[in-house]
């Protein structure tokens, strides 16, 4: 079982390999979400927001 630090690191590293894939690819959402083992694209929406303080798509327009 993992602790809370190892699943806080790997989310961490999901998140950043999505932030990379919205900036270098034109996935949608829902595909980069699924890519990085996320079946829920809202719950991805949620946690790409508190990690990068935007949305997914927003992210995308600023950064690619």
């Given at each position: ?5 190892e699943r806080e690191n790997t989310t ?7 932030a990379k894939l919205l900036k270098t690819?034109?996935r949608s959402v829902a595909e980069i ?32």
């Open positions: 079982r993992k602790t809370r630090r961490k590293k999901q998140l950043a390999e999505a690819t034109d979400a699924l890519a990085i083992g996320e079946k829920n694209v809202s719950a991805f929406e949620r946690k790409f927001r508190k990690e990068y303080g935007k949305k997914p798509l927003a992210y995308r327009r600023e950064n690619a």
